[in-house]
């Protein structure tokens, strides 16, 4: 597909492509808005072909070596010299060349589609080539250039007298005298001579006589440095040319060439172009050396004005001592010369302990020896003279430490040992100091720390103690500095656990305290859930531990808990005991919902208490007649006495003082209570024991009203499931009470009863219940398809509930179908639309209830993936993206809103799942190729394999044989056996076999192609084409070495080397690449001048060509050399 967006107007509109007729579209006009369709269909160009002959007029060329080349096309001819070229038509000029052959060529041949054009011949003449022979010499204009050039590095380039680029045959030389001689076919050149430095030459129109020599052309050519130029004086700081010595006697280096000034001081350095630093030295008499870089010299020119001035430099010598007692060498000490704050030289003193540094003549700031640990020496105005030397001795003083001294104290009441503190030293570059030496602390605390003089941060470590860190104490040489430490132990922890005995509290409410003896530090903590706690942090002390909990008796302290720093004191634990085991409430009467409910039917509010009282507690018995009860409704106290004084509002049922046990009624009138939620509380409270328990706040319903029925089921189907939900809010539905009757629409509740339902199923609020079409017919009257169902419902306070609803009749199930995929084969990788739609069946009898969506489920692959799908009343799509190879299933599954259902199940596979075909070949005789001897009957064979489990239909193998055959330059195959008679082994793999295949060839047959196809059980289909080339011809044989006729020394040894290659030749004259050389069949024999055979031990053979060097030959006279090679059809050559 292809646009434009062009303004309006009419166009022309070409399209072209290589190989394809042009396609011109005329006056094709746009106008505004509109788009304009021109479909354009292209036709391919056919080949033409370029034929004739080549002849090799003597030499020892071989023809099939030359190449013929039209256009972009080149070939080889055969050995019989015929070529075929095929190509585009046109016109082309057509050209044959060979190595020590003329190139012939013809112009303007043309070439027609599908047609060859014929008798394009040539003749090659060998040509003799001609000599040019000469000497070169190399000239240089300065004497005082020393990069002299090699005359052998000369190089030579030729071109004609238009100017192209000639390559020679070769060149010798140029050697060491200049001597040179090349090898160039015929004609006239312009040679030219290159020399890197020197100055090209070049000599025209130089004729070249085919088979003479043209001697003289001699070639001179000139170096072209550059150079360097300057003045050098010597200056003893009066001015330039007042030092002393010989200027002479100067230095000046650059790119590895030295000279010296004359008496006037210049120098010049003839040198080849380039960039430089150059250099003026006088050691001998201490002037400074001087450098001038990045000096660039241009061929050819002088760069000047590169002057030195060098400074006469004077010295400072001396020796170098350091005071006795300390670990320094004296050849460690830097000596540094300074002015203006830079340091303009440094040395170290020799073995000898002295030192020696030379200078320009002056006055310097200073001059200092420093070694570590020692203090610094300076010497100041330091005036060095020229040609003098000035004494500086230095003594060094040993750097003596200073002191850090104190106490370190373990607060708190841990149990660290002071003696075991350690310190670290760190400097204000925060590097780690060794201290000089370390004494302490011992066991009063005192230590001390000798450093050397500096600015540093001390810490004090201890295990399990907090170090401290004191920053920026300065230490001052043989001074003491104080400085004390106080380390504070870390926290330790108190664990435990906690079991109560009785009682319905939970441990996470028990509070544990420890409180400290020495510091009165205290800390609570409660237990995790399951009873486990831990009170962390607590400062290293013994402390008194406590558990508490209400309701529960206290226990005594667990005292003198040792807490260890940085530990854990482990396995305080504590048991409680419970002053009321436990409280239980119950309703009565009857059913429970939602703790209790009642209605009219059910005035009063009882509740029962059990107190029970546990033997091993150390109280007197709590009895019913100690307590004090109090009773909370909706938060309001609606009772508050001892149980033993009732009221008109209660009513006591005290069993006996051994079991506890008191039922309570309230006595009120249901107009107290609304319909829904409410709560209660009690609290019972045993004032003389100075115990009591709350419990926790209880709910309960009160329900006036009756259930709730809502029909969700309003179709006949065949066999018709009758449901309702029935719902009470408060109390339940009772199941028992559930009824269902079915009347036709002529009848009426208080006539005829049609129908009582059975006994009716109730489960999450759905009352169901299953009746069969037989007892649906016998209600339908006349010409109705509906019916009443009648629900009725008593809840559990027996509350009544009726509803009637209308069921009408749908028997008919949805049609439903895939429209998508609509192929079984998939490529791998694309997304597989999943479509289909459905619709709801009306027939002479049926209602259509209509498509129930939410219970339409779409299945693939046995999942289900509703959830991602599309799904209407209608029509469903889901786009499974890039499912796996192999086969897949897609499954819909329609509901209608009577229940009817419906699906469809469609089937398709997902690439990969073609056949596979392997193994193919031919045997021709004992081959097992691609090609054949015609000679020989032909058996073709073939593996068929499924491919990703899927299996293959066996009767769809199929088998077609063409012929090949060549027609004006083309490849045409036509039929030659259709759907052959094969052999076929195998279950799921099968394999093929076509034997007895016979095959004349005929003018212009290239060979056979065949044709196997087979289809898997989806239907996709694969087809192998296989391509057997005839071979009827022999090897070509190229005896390389040694040349025919060649002569030898006697005792020579001899390498025999020869190339050989296996092509196609049909008689439509195709030639390929062949079968191949069978090396089992390439053998080498060498025949003396006797008649008698040399063993031809071990040599080289491969595919393509061999290798053999005799032992030395000893007999004079004639030898043979017989080479025989084979291909794998037996085709046979000797050379």
């Known amino acids: 597909v292809y646009s434009f967006e062009l303004a309006p107007n009419v166009y022309d509109i070409r399209a072209e492509l290589e190989g394809y007729h042009t396609e011109l579209v ?5 106008t505004q808005g509109d788009t304009t369709t021109v479909d354009i269909i292209m036709t391919p160009v056919y080949l033409g072909g370029i034929q004739g002959v080549v002849d090799l007029q003597g030499g020892a060329g071989n023809v099939q070596d030359v190449e013929i080349t039209a256009g972009d096309q080149a070939v080889h001819p055969d050995p019989t010299g015929h070529y075929l070229i095929n190509i585009m038509p046109g016109t082309y000029d057509v050209k044959a060349s060979l190595v020590g052959y003329k190139d012939s060529t013809i112009v303007g041949v043309i070439v027609y589609e599908n047609q060859i054009t014929s008798d394009i011949d040539f003749t090659l003449y060998p040509y003799q080539p001609g000599y040019i022979e000469g000497t070169i010499a190399l000239i240089d204009t300065i004497h005082k250039y020393k990069h002299k050039g090699n005359v052998q590095n000369v190089v030579f380039t030729i071109e004609d007298t238009s100017g192209n680029s000639v390559e020679p045959d070769s060149v010798y030389g140029p050697q060491s005298d200049g001597y040179y001689k090349i090898t160039i076919s015929s004609g006239t050149y ?7 430095g020197y100055q090209d ?9 085919e088979g003479d020599t043209t001697s003289g052309v001699d070639f001179t050519l000139y170096a072209f440095p550059g150079s360097i130029e300057g003045i050098v004086t010597l200056s003893d700081g009066h001015g330039p040319g007042h030092g002393p010595g010989n200027v002479q006697n100067v230095e000046v280096t650059a790119g590895g060439i030295m000279v010296h000034p004359d008496s006037t001081g210049h120098y010049e350095i003839v040198i080849g172009p380039g960039t430089y630093d150059v250099t003026a030295t006088y050691d001998s008499l201490y002037y400074y050396p001087q450098t001038i870089e990045n000096v660039v010299v241009i061929e050819g020119q002088a760069t000047t004005g590169i002057d030195f001035n060098l400074q006469w430099m004077g010295a400072i010598q001396g020796t170098v001592t350091l005071e006795t007692g300390g670990t320094g060498n004296v050849q460690d000490v830097e000596i540094n010369i300074y002015d203006d704050g830079n340091i303009i030289a440094t040395t170290n003193p020799g073995v000898d302990n002295t030192y020696i540094i030379y200078l320009v003549p002056g006055i310097y ?51 660290g040992n002071v003696q075991e503190v350690e310190f670290t030293v760190i400097d204000t570059a925060d590097n780690p100091v060794i201290p000089d030496s370390l004494y302490g602390p011992d066991s009063t605390g005192y230590y001390e720390i000798y450093l050397y003089e500096g600015t540093y941060d001390v810490t004090a470590e201890l295990v399990d103690y907090y170090p401290q860190t004191i920053t920026d104490i300065e230490v001052i040489e043989l001074q003491y500095t104080n400085v004390n430490f106080t380390l504070t132990p870390m926290e330790g922890a108190i664990e435990g656990h906690i079991t109560l005995i009785k009682g319905t509290s939970s441990s996470q409410s028990v509070v544990i305290t420890a409180v400290g003896d020495s510091t009165g530090y205290t800390s609570t903590a409660q237990p995790d859930s399951v009873n486990n706690y831990a009170i962390p942090l607590l400062p290293p002390d013994f402390y008194d531990v406590s558990a508490e909990l209400f309701a529960y008796f206290p226990v005594p302290d667990t005292q003198n808990v040792q807490v260890i720093q940085n530990d854990t004191t482990r396995g305080v634990n504590f048991t409680l005991y419970s002053y009321i085991d436990f409280y239980d409430f119950t309703t009565i009467p009857g059913f429970t919902y939602n703790n209790i409910l009642w209605t009219d039917n059910h005035p009063d509010f009882k509740i029962n208490i059990d107190l029970l009282n546990d033997s091993t507690l150390t109280y007197d018995e709590l009895t019913i007649t100690d307590t004090m009860l109090t009773i909370w409704i909706d938060g309001i106290i609606a009772y508050n006495q001892v149980p033993n004084n009732p009221d008109n509002r209660v009513e006591i049922d005290y069993i006996n003082n051994t079991t506890h046990k008191v039922s309570i009624v309230l006595r009120d009138s249901l107009d107290e209570f609304t319909q829904g939620d409410h709560t209660f509380q009690i609290k019972v409270d045993w004032n003389e024991k100075d115990v009591w328990m709350l419990s926790d706040i ?14 969700n089921n309003a179709w006949i189907t065949s066999e018709t499931e009758f449901r309702a939900e029935v719902l009470d809010n408060e109390s339940q539905v009772d199941p ?39 007892i649906i017919n016998q209600l339908l009257a006349g010409d109705y398809n509906f019916i009443y169902a009648q629900w009725s419902a008593d809840n559990n306070v027996e509350l009544h509930s009726e509803a009637t609803y209308p069921y009408v009749l749908d028997i008919s199930p949805p049609v439903v179908e895939f429209t998508s995929p609509t192929v079984n084969n998939i490529p791998y990788g694309d997304d597989v639309l999943i479509a289909g739609n459905y619709y709801d069946l009306v027939d002479s009898i049926s209602v259509a209830s209509g498509i129930d969506v939410s219970a339409t489920k779409l299945y693939v692959d046995g999942e289900d993936i509703t959830e991602n799908a ?43 799942g073609i056949p596979i075909i392997s193994n193919v070949k031919i045997e021709a005789g004992n081959v097992s190729e691609n090609y054949f001897n015609p000679s020989y009957p032909i058996t073709y064979k073939a593996t068929i394999s499924p491919n990703n489990n899927v299996p293959i239909q066996q009767e769809s193998i199929n088998l077609n044989i063409y012929k090949r055959v060549l027609v004006q330059g083309m490849e045409i195959d036509t039929l ?57 011809t022999s090897p070509v044989i190229t005896i390389v070495s040694p040349e025919d006729n060649a002569i030898f020394q006697m005792s020579s040894t001899v390498n025999i080397s020869a190339n050989y290659t296996d092509n196609i030749m049909t008689k439509a004259k195709k030639k390929g690449t062949g079968c191949g050389v069978d090396t089992s069949k390439v053998s080498l024999q060498l025949i003396d001048p006797f008649g008698n055979f040399i063993p031809v031990d071990n040599p080289e053979i491969t595919s393509t060509n061999i290798n053999w060097t005799t032992d030395p030959l000893t007999e004079a006279g004639e030898y043979t050399i017989k080479l025989t090679v084979g291909d794998n059809v037996g085709n046979i050559a000797i050379e």
């Open 698 to 711: 209880y709910h309960f319903s009160v329900d006036i009203t009756p259930p709730q029925i809502i029909s």
């Open 736 to 774: 028992t009470s559930l009824m269902l009757k079915l009347y036709s629409p002529c009848d009426t509740i208080t006539d005829t009863l049609i129908y009582l339902a059975p006994s009716i199923t109730y489960s999450n609020n759905i009352a169901s219940v299953m009746v069969s079409i037989d």
């Open 365 to 415: 700031d200073s001059v200092t020896a420093s070694l570590d640990g020692y203090h610094d020496s300076t010497v100041v105005d330091v005036n060095i003279q020229a040609g003098t030397i000035t004494i500086v001795d230095f003594e060094l003083q040993l750097i003596k430490p200073g002191h850090i001294e104190g106490f370190v104290t373990l607060a708190g009441y841990g149990t």
């Open 201 to 209: 030459s070049t000599i025209t129109c130089v004729e070249v006589a």
């Open 870 to 912: 599309i799904i209407d009343s209608n029509n469903f799509t889901y786009t499974q993206l890039s499912p796996n190879v192999g086969p897949h299933t897609a499954t819909i599954v329609v509901y209608d809103n009577a229940g009817n259902v419906a699906q469809d199940i469609i089937s398709y596979f997902i690439g990969d």
């Open 190 to 196: 312009n040679i030219t001579a290159l020399l890197d």
């Open 26 to 30: 005329e006056n094709v006009e746009v």
């Open 976 to 1032: 030659l056996i259709a759907n052959a008679s094969i052999n076929i082994t195998g279950t799921d793999t099968f394999s093929i076999e076509k034997d007895s295949i016979m095959f004349n060839f005929e003018q212009n047959d290239i060979g056979l192609r065949f044709e196997l196809s087979a289809k898997n059980i989806y239907n996709v289909e694969t087809t192998d084409n296989y391509l057997a080339y005839a071979d009827f």
